[in-house]
């Protein structure tokens, strides 16, 4: 065989490649390697298994519905979201300038003004004017987004960080997720303030603090509001403006709208120049207003204000050495709102003026009055002295006093012994008590103006009157002794009562009740021979300004405490004073003889406990039936005080009369209020000597009671008293009198 045919086959590449060149296997070109590359994946994934069976079927429902939820999902995102910026854009357009949200309050402010010009109360919903976030106090604006809410200027409107936070703290103590913390951003609690644009519509049948707590309500629905709102807000106002709406309208205690208002009402200063301490307590105030308010508790506001401070010092707007000088030194009250915003006065003169422009006024109102601050303080300090150091501790007894001048200006009230006190029961104006014997010298001034002398006699003995229908009443005198013979001034002097009832049944009752009625005492008085004994009602205003018409000469005066009202920013009053002297009721000669005999009764008589000074002092002592009322009214050359001491619930006193405690009262307060003042003499004038004092001259008659109440023989008896006189007087009584020892 034959080396050719011993070759070898040609190879099957070599037929593919005839006429070429092999290829070399190692250099093949990048697009042969990128078309292997699918060939090996797809190979790799067939020969991964598959799952199958129950696991596998589970696995692609939940794929499934995965793909679903998330299909859904972003859908319904874009269309809430769509629905979002809808509804912040609607609130959007609905938000006014910013000018008409400063001043929300439906109701207007009284501001109260004392005889010198200077502020000592407010009533109403003060506001002491605009604010701005720029021009307050830095150190208020720190401390109160210290307080509220420290990423003020880094979020939106709405802190989900701070809602998540809220509702944490309000699970972990046991209350629901919206009860308690609420986790609102300072711009949230500021739609809040404007209740979400809503207007309060008088006509809608709620009240405007029914209103209010509507729109603080919480819940999820208006919790959703409350945040489109402040969304909204956030776009149509800079950061400065909600804080500016905020510092303006939030309500931080005492009455007080805002941070003027708040500054001036505590602190007696405007908002741009509180101190640290100053304005962590009014930042702190914004948590429980009331509760927290420093003129309700200054110890709890200022603890509270100290916490404040160290917010403020952890957020860097105090150092160490500025927080610890503002715990060290806190924010103390101005003088005015120590005072209470003018308590029981300030009530007063709130209830007698025009209700348009006081309770339930509008506009902001400045009300310049009579009180005199510092005869203020001498009543107060008095009343205090006296219940320290001569009331048996723990007592429930209650007094109220009233200064005034002599034309019936009240220059200081108290109506109870809380003096730092607002729209308490005023004892002084509201409480309707029996006189007693400080009812005495009405008898006397109509006997005196109808021409008896003060030294006119008149018997002290026995003496019993027949009241048609209700038998015979016989007074008796305080100590039960009778004296005889006494001239009228004794008989004051000493408050015997039956030479009083003697008197005014000889004048007549209604002669006395007409005097009493005209000096100011205008409740229904005793009908029987009762009145002579101070059997009627009277307030402690009305006794002590009866008392005033007797200092100034005989002329009635109307008790005052307003001298003028005008609008704040006019300088034109819309009214004046409502009171002051009237017509006159007795002669002047008369008024200055009976201002004589009350004299005797401070320097010689039942109130010798009243004397103080040196000084010329007139006045009476009034006790009531089983000691159930106290009175001391008398005045001197300058002023007229009333003093009123009993039980809220008509307790006996206990070993008190009118010449004992409330005459000391009256002197620790009188001697107060004339610290420093000139000795003057009291405008009275000394009878003439008497003529028929002596053995030989006769007692004047035991007057008898009238017959009867009305009629034909009521006329008659009229007719012949005016023609021959009368020693009966006035109508008889349908019931039996009570008995009244009296000193």
Known sequence: MSDKSKRKRPLVADKRYAGKAKPKPRKQTKPQKRKAAPARRKATRSRRPRRGGILGFFAAVARWFWRLLWTITWRLGLVAGLALALAVGYTYTTLPPLEDLLDGRARGSVTMLDREGDV????????????????????????????????????????????????????????????????????????????????????????????????????????????????????????????????????????????????????????????????????????????????????????????????????????????????????????????????????????????????????????????????????????????????????????????????????????????????????ATQAMRQTGSAFKPFIYAAALDLGYSPNDLIVDEPYCIKIPGSGEWCPKNYTKRFRGPVTLTDALKNSLNIPAVKVSESVGREVVSSVASQFGIKSDLAAGPALALGASESTLLEMTGAYAGILNGGSSVTPYGLIDLRLLGETEPLMGTGGGINERVIQEDAARQLVYMMEKVISEGTGQRAKFGGRQLAGKTGTTSANKDAWFVGFSADYVAGVWMGYDDNTPLTGVTGGGLPAEIWRETMRRVHDGLPVKDLPMMAPAPPSNLGEAQPAPPTPQPRQGGGGADNVIDRVLRDIFGSNSGGDGAAAPAPTFLDR
């Not at 604006?141 to 880094?154: G, H, S, W």
């Not at 950061?239 to 309208?249: A, G, P, T």
């Not at 931080?252 to 500054?263: L, S």
């Not at 404040?308 to 103390?332: C, F, H, K, S, W």
Request: one cysteine or more; proline letters at 4%.
């Open 120 to 427: 000592f109360a407010w009533r109403g919903d003060q506001f002491g004017g605009v604010v701005t976030a720029e021009s307050v106090s830095k150190h208020l604006r720190n401390a109160v987004i210290a307080t509220e809410d420290k990423r003020f200027y880094n979020h939106f409107g709405v802190s989900p960080r701070g809602i998540a936070s809220a509702v944490r703290i309000n699970l972990s103590e046991g209350r629901g997720p919206l009860q308690g913390h609420g986790g609102s951003t300072i711009t949230q609690q500021t739609a809040k303030l404007l209740c979400l644009g809503e207007p309060y519509d008088p006509s809608s049948g709620l009240t405007e603090k029914e209103y209010e707590a509507d729109c603080r309500r919480s819940s999820l629905g208006r919790k959703a509001k409350e945040a489109l709102f402040a969304l909204a807000m956030e776009l149509k106002y800079s950061k400065n403006d909600i804080l500016s709406v905020y510092l303006n309208r939030a309500y931080m205690g005492g009455g007080a709208y805002g941070a003027e208002a708040a500054a001036q009402r505590f602190f007696g200063k405007p908002s741009s120049a509180l101190s640290p301490a100053e304005g962590a307590m009014l930042a702190g105030l914004l948590t429980a207003p009331t509760t927290l308010s420093p003129t309700n508790n200054l110890d709890r506001s200022q603890s509270r204000a100290a916490t404040v401070i160290r917010l403020m010092e952890d957020q860097g707007y105090l150092t160490a050495a500025q927080a610890d000088d503002a715990i060290a030194n806190p924010a103390q009250l101005s003088e005015a709102a120590e005072a209470e915003a003018g308590g029981y006065f300030a009530d007063w003169v709130m209830s007698s003026g025009p209700e348009f422009f006081t309770r339930n006024t509008t506009e902001d109102v400045i009300i310049k009055t009579t009180l005199d601050q510092r005869i203020q303080r001498a009543a107060e300090e008095g009343l205090k002295w006296v219940f320290e150091n001569k009331v048996k501790p723990g007592s429930k007894a209650q007094a109220a006093i009233v200064v005034m001048s002599a034309d019936g200006a009240v220059r200081a009230l108290v109506g109870g012994r809380k003096t730092k006190v607002a729209g308490a029961f005023n004892r």
